[in-house]
């Protein structure tokens, strides 16, 4: 009698066992590769939006050219405002400027009364020091002058015509006095430094009862300030209040020290140059005046400037020291 079940009877459970795991790897494949596919496009995406304008990356593709765009846009824009602003006078560009070092030990000269006749202006151009020029208002010459001084590389400045002390009385045309108000002073120092092209500061004519009044130099410190002009106290008066006034409005200390060529005797202008280089030897800076048309005084200047910078003394313009 047979038995069911013996050795001779078809197993077909294994087959079966192995077509389904056949069918879950081919499902585990698929997944795989669906998992692979939308794994990369996220990277994809992930890189586009990383380095696109608006993301953390974008600067390294297109920061340039945003930038680039912007320098435009902005010199169109600074083109368009000075185009429709005044330059101010410390804007204006000086050609060929004389070289200006204002290393210690260093010198400054402002040279006053320029506008004052013409027979040492050559004299003046030849010398090779960054000098820096007062043009008095209302002269016939000093406009001329104080654009050819510009051209040739010096700085140029406005000489203010101020009111002098008994019995050496001044007056002139576009002059400060005791007693004007704001408003007046203001409308007289503009009318003074449009005479005067490429200005970019000022310092007193002359001047004592003028100079030695606090409110009046205080409101002509404010008029600079506000345009951004340079003050430098002439020092004309023992009591000259323009010193006090620029520095109760933070601007920086420019005081003359030495009149160079007090007197003209060229002995003497020689003896203040050396002041003025002892004074920087021990101060650091130094400023002194002298003037446009005595007779000497070009000459020797000249003279002096070229033996003290073979000393080791430098020369600047008065705005771009203090003391």
């Known amino acids: 009698m047979d038995r069911v079940g013996s050795d001779e009877t078809p197993e077909v459970f294994p087959d079966m066992r192995e077509i389904a795991l056949r ?3 081919a499902r ?3 997944r795989l590769r669906h998992w692979s596919i939308a794994s990369v496009l996220s990277l994809v995406l992930l890189a586009l939006f990383l380095f696109s304008s608006p993301g953390p990356f974008g600067h390294l593709l297109f920061g340039s050219k945003q930038n680039e765009a912007f320098s435009e846009d902005r010199e169109l824009e600074v083109s368009s405002g000075e185009a429709n602003s005044p330059v101010s006078p410390q804007d204006t560009p000086d050609p060929a400027a004389k070289g200006s070092d204002n290393r ?3 010198v400054a000269i402002v040279v006053d009364d320029v506008g004052n006749g013409d027979a040492h202006t050559q004299e003046w151009l030849s010398i090779d020091a960054p000098l820096t020029f007062a043009v008095m208002p209302y002269c016939e010459l000093g406009p001329g002058q104080a654009e050819r001084l510009h051209q040739e590389g010096f700085q140029v400045m406005l000489h203010v015509p101020t009111a002098n002390a008994k019995p050496n009385s001044f007056s002139a045309r576009g002059q400060l006095e005791s007693g004007m108000d704001r408003s007046t002073v203001f409308s007289v120092l503009d009318a003074d430094i449009a005479q005067i092209p490429h200005a970019q500061g000022i310092n007193n004519h002359q ?6 009044d606090y409110a009046l130099m205080r409101l002509m410190c404010e008029w600079a300030a506000e345009r951004g002009l340079y003050v430098v106290d002439s020092n004309s008066s023992a009591r000259s209040q323009v010193t ?3 520095e109760s409005l933070g601007m920086p200390r420019r005081r003359n020290q030495v009149f160079i060529d007090h007197d003209n005797d060229p002995d003497y202008i020689r003896g203040a140059m050396r002041k003025l280089a002892d004074l920087a030897r021990s101060n650091g800076t130094a400023i002194g005046i002298c003037h446009w048309h005595r007779p000497n005084t070009a000459r020797v200047v000249g003279e ?4 003290l910078r073979a000393e080791g003394i430098k020369f600047a313009f008065v705005r771009e020291i203090s003391n």
């Open 28 to 30: 585990r494949r698929r």
């Open 23 to 25: 069918r879950e790897k």
């Open 207 to 212: 001047g004592g009862a003028g100079c030695d």
């Open 104 to 106: 210690p030990p260093c």
């Open 304 to 307: 002096m400037v070229r033996a």
């Open 244 to 246: 006090a006034a620029m």
